[in-house]
């Protein structure tokens, strides 16, 4: 099997989770249920690409191993030595092969999550300003009323003034 066999595969799963990942965290964020429900179903669809491609790995490793037995069953114990060295290096570079995807995997997912994490931090900051704006027009109007009430009670006590005043002139005449 060589690299480009399992890139497609693998890619394929990559890009699978990653719509999975941002259905999820839309749905989560809009509170739609069908969305967030459609990227568990990616999410699912991924796993079970994995799975074929490991299952398909697993008997692709059975056979070469089955095929691997038979031939060495054949050949003088010279070349069943030359051949183990061969599976041995197939085996190593199978190994390093899953590692350096497993790395690849695990780069995707973190960066995933790190996307996901600033989505929400970003959808956070929005509410906050929205809040701050709105707090902001309430104490504008807050004191926009302030001002109008203290207004009609200067005024009124401009009328108790004259009230006074006036009572006054005519509590002096009498």
């Known amino acids: 099997m060589t690299d480009d066999d399992l890139s497609t595969p693998s890619l394929n799963g990559a890009l699978e989770r990653l719509k999975g990942g ?9 509170g739609d249920e069908q969305l967030r429900h459609e990227g568990e179903l990616h999410d699912e669809k991924a796993d079970a690409m994995a799975e074929a491609r490991q299952a398909d790995a697993d008997a692709e490793r059975r056979q070469r191993e089955a095929d691997a037995d038979r031939r060495a069953a054949e ?7 030359l051949l183990a060295e061969e599976v041995e290096d197939q ?18 997912r973190h960066d995933r999550r790190l996307e996901a994490t600033d989505e929400a931090l970003r959808a956070e900051e929005a509410h906050v300003a929205v809040e701050k704006a ?12 302030l001002g109008a009430v203290e207004g009609e009670a200067e005024a009124a006590r401009r009328r108790a003034s004259h009230a006074d005043e006036a009572l006054q002139e005519l509590t002096d005449e009498t």
């Open 75 to 81: 050949l003088t114990a010279e070349q069943r030595e």
């Open 91 to 108: 085996h190593l570079e199978r190994i390093e092969h899953v590692r350096d995807a497993s790395e690849v995997e695990i780069d995707a």
């Open 134 to 145: 709105r707090a902001a027009q309430e104490r504008s109007r807050e004191q926009r009323d």
């Open 22 to 30: 941002v259905k999820r965290v839309a749905g989560a964020a809009l």
